[in-house]
C-alpha cells in the first residue's frame, strides 16, 4: 500500500462525513416545516381527482389505442403525477437554498471545510428521499381511486408488479435529479426567493402541459407533438407508464432495438441520465465557485 493510500482513505470518508451532515441537516429542516411537504403532494393529488372525473369519459379511445386494451384514465394519469411530483419537490429544492442564503447558513458552509460537492450531494440526497415517500403515496393513492371507479374490482393496477412500483419510484427520482440541479442554480445565480420561484415555475407549467401526461401525444396539435417529444418530462412519464402497464409505450422517438418494455426504458434513462449528469456538473461548478462575499 503506497504511503498516500491513508490520506486518499480519510479524505473519502470526509466526503462521506460531509455529505451526511448535510443530509441530516435538510432532513430536519424538512419535518420541521411540514406545510411544504403537504402543499408539494396536495397540488398533484388535486391534478390526480380534478383530471379523472373531468377527462376520464373522454379520452377512453385515445388511452386504449396508445397503451393497449380497456384502459382506465386513472391508471394511464398515475405515473405522470409520480413524475409531476418529481418536478415539483426538485422546483422547491432552489428555494430551500436561497433560504440558506439569506439565513447565512449557507456561507458558513462556504468556509467551512466541506466539500461543495458534499453540500450539493446532501441537500440533492434529501429531496430524493423525499420524492420516493411522495411518489409512493400518489401510487397508493391512485390505486384507492381506482378501486372506488371500479366498484372495489380494480384488477392488475400496475403490471410489473412490485418491481415495476419500484421502478416507477426510481424513475421519479432520476427524472427529479436534473431539475433539482437547475433550480439551485437559478437559487446560486439570483439569490432571491422571489427571482428563483420566478424562474422555475416559468418552466414547470410548460413542461407538465407541452408532453404526454394527460393525453398520448397522438392526440395533440402537431406542434404540441413536436415540442412534447423534445420535453425530458415525456421521457420520464413515458419510462413510468411503460412499468405501468408493461409494455413499449415511448411515443417521443421510435426504437425497436431492445425489445419490448425497454424500447421505451432504454431511451428515456439515457435522456434522462444525460441531463442529470449535465446539470449536475453545472451545478457542481457554480457551489464550487459560490465564495463568502458572493453569497451575502
Given at each position: 500500500m503506497s504511503a498516500s493510500a491513508p490520506g486518499e482513505k480519510a479524505a473519502g470518508n470526509g466526503f462521506v462525513v460531509d455529505t451526511w451532515v448535510n443530509l441530516k441537516r435538510w432532513l430536519i429542516k424538512t419535518t420541521r416545516n411540514p406545510f411544504v411537504l403537504v402543499f408539494s403532494l396536495l397540488n398533484p393529488i388535486m391534478f390526480l381527482v380534478l383530471f379523472t372525473e373531468v377527462f376520464g369519459g373522454i379520452t377512453g379511445g385515445a388511452i386504449g389505442s396508445a397503451v393497449g386494451g380497456d384502459t382506465s384514465y386513472i391508471t394511464f394519469l398515475v405515473p405522470a403525477i409520480a413524475i409531476q411530483v418529481s418536478l415539483i419537490a426538485a422546483t422547491t429544492s432552489g428555494i430551500g437554498l436561497v433560504e440558506d442564503i439569506e439565513s447565512g447558513m449557507f456561507e458558513k458552509a462556504l468556509v467551512s471545510p466541506m466539500h461543495r460537492g458534499a453540500v450539493f450531494l446532501g441537500k440533492s440526497l434529501s429531496e430524493v428521499l423525499r420524492i420516493v415517500v411522495q411518489v409512493c403515496i400518489i401510487l397508493v393513492f391512485g390505486y384507492v381511486l381506482l378501486w372506488i371507479d371500479t366498484g372495489g374490482d380494480p384488477g392488475t393496477y400496475v403490471a410489473t408488479g412490485l418491481a415495476g412500483a419500484v421502478g416507477i419510484v426510481l424513475v421519479g427520482v432520476l427524472f427529479s435529479v436534473w431539475f433539482t440541479a437547475f433550480s439551485n442554480v437559478m437559487a446560486l445565480v439570483t439569490r432571491d426567493q422571489e427571482s428563483t420561484?420566478?424562474?422555475?415555475?416559468?418552466?414547470?407549467?410548460?413542461?407538465?402541459?407541452?408532453?404526454?401526461?394527460?393525453?398520448?401525444?397522438?392526440?395533440?396539435?402537431g406542434w404540441v407533438q413536436v415540442v412534447a417529444s423534445l420535453n425530458p418530462l415525456t421521457y420520464g412519464i413515458d419510462a413510468a407508464r411503460a412499468l405501468?402497464?408493461?409494455?413499449?409505450?415511448?411515443?417521443?422517438?421510435?426504437?425497436?432495438?431492445?425489445?419490448?418494455?425497454?424500447?421505451?426504458?432504454?431511451?428515456?434513462?439515457?435522456?434522462?441520465?444525460?441531463?442529470?449528469?449535465?446539470?449536475?456538473?453545472?451545478?457542481?461548478?457554480?457551489?464550487?465557485?459560490?465564495?463568502?462575499?458572493?453569497?451575502?
Open positions: 420561484m420566478i424562474s422555475v415555475n416559468v418552466l414547470q407549467f410548460p413542461l407538465l402541459f407541452l408532453s404526454s401526461a394527460f393525453l398520448p401525444l397522438d392526440a395533440l396539435p405501468m402497464f408493461g409494455r413499449d409505450v415511448m411515443t417521443a422517438i421510435e426504437v425497436s432495438a431492445f425489445g419490448g418494455i425497454w424500447n421505451t426504458l432504454a431511451p428515456a434513462v439515457v435522456v434522462l441520465g444525460a441531463l442529470d449528469l449535465a446539470l449536475g456538473v453545472v451545478a457542481v461548478y457554480f457551489m464550487a465557485r459560490a465564495t463568502s462575499a458572493d453569497a451575502r
